[in-house]
């Protein structure tokens, strides 16, 4: 019989260093898969698919014009429609493994804990573009933002980068939060050296692949 498909997601702040770990996830990751004749998809979001690469560049330009909040929830929205419905649902009903660069936990903690948005506002949403639809796994990579910002600071700054410190700590607060009350999540701190992140990160999938008899 097929294996069923999984969805594991990244989370994070901007400099945690998602991007570097995500190549380590999927890197790991096809290799279990590979022996048993399995896909693994790698996206992101906002994006994933030519039209919610659109939509990414859109939210993401610097602008004179200021974006209401509600406008950056609905884009953010609008582009995991299109990446649920193209990419995503199709791979997970193939038995493909999905490794997604944020997900709505993005929404909560950015739109959510950084710009106010009510949590309610953002649950109806959830329910409409995911129906029951959650990941089976988020490892979401902590550090304090002083020193994410650290590592990104010869960065050219897009319009959410060019957001406060206050923004950026309620960000890391509500992941924090989220984390908590999300028996899914798996919290790494990402202070350490990278190979330290990478172990964890390894022992963290280890354990997860054990959890679901892949192992
Ligand atoms: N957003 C949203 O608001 N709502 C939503 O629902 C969703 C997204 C889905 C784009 O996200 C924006 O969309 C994001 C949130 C918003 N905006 N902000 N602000 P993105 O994920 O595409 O962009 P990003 O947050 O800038 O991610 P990134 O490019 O993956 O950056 P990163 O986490 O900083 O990763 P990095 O480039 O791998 O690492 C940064 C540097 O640190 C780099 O030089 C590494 O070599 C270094 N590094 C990594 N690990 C270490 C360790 N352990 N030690 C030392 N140095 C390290």
Redesign the pocket.
Known sequence: MKKPGCFITLE???????????AFVCDTLTEHLQASGRNLVRT????GTPLAEEI?TL??APRDEVVADLS?LLL?FAA?AQHLESQIRPALAAGDWVVC????D??Y???GG?RGLPIEHIQVLEKLVQGSLQPDLTIY?DLPWDL?AK??ADRER?R??S?SHQF?TAVRQAYLDRAKSHPRFVVIS?????P??QHNIGRCLQDFLRSRSEL
Do not use: C, H
Request: aromatic share 6%; charged share 30%; glycine share 10%.
């Open positions: 994070g702040v901007e400099g945690v260093g998602k991007t570097t770990n995500m992101r979001e906002p994006g990414r939210l993401l950056e953010m995991r660069d944020r997900f709505t993005a929404t903690a950015y739109q950084g990579l994410a590592r990104i897009d959410l980068e957001e950026f990402a202070a350490e050296a990278l330290e992140v």
